[in-house]
């Protein structure tokens, strides 16, 4: 099993940037596709990217691409999601989920992945 901690996330004004981190510990982290999640006050959980084992593979909704990057390290078990021109709808509580059974792809539904970090707060003030 691996366990995630997510950090980075703060109070950052609209058109700014920041720089999520999620360190996973446990098991091997290349046998995870990885991916991040979000989720507004009153909202449902929703997919922001998602990364393949390797890292060759890598998807973003259509609200982030163009803006955020996803990228990972497996030497030093860490995920990244660099975000920049940041938008007040961008804000959120952002999750770092894995999933250990996604061979060759990077799942976008929540469903798929099976553990999740506990948040780390983004808030974009207008």
């Known amino acids: 099993q691996v366990q995630q901690v997510e950090s980075g996330g703060r109070l950052v004004q609209a058109g700014g940037s920041l720089r999520l981190s999620c360190t996973a510990s446990?098991?091997?982290?290349?046998?995870?596709?990885m991916g991040w999640f979000r989720q507004a006050p009153g909202k449902g959980r929703e997919f922001v990217a998602s990364i393949s084992r390797s890292g060759i593979i890598t998807n973003y909704s259509d609200s982030v691409k163009g803006r955020f990057t996803i990228s990972r390290n497996n030497a030093n078990n860490t995920l990244t999601l660099q975000m920049n021109s940041l938008k007040p709808e961008d804000t959120a509580v952002y999750y770092c989920?894995?999933?250990?059974?996604?061979?060759?792809?990077?799942?976008?539904?929540?469903?798929?992945?099976?553990?999740w970090g506990q948040g780390t707060q983004v808030t974009v003030s207008s």
């Open positions: 989920a894995a999933v250990d059974d996604a061979l060759y792809s990077a799942p976008q539904i929540s469903g798929r992945y099976e553990y």
């Open positions: 446990g098991r091997t982290f290349s046998i995870y596709a």
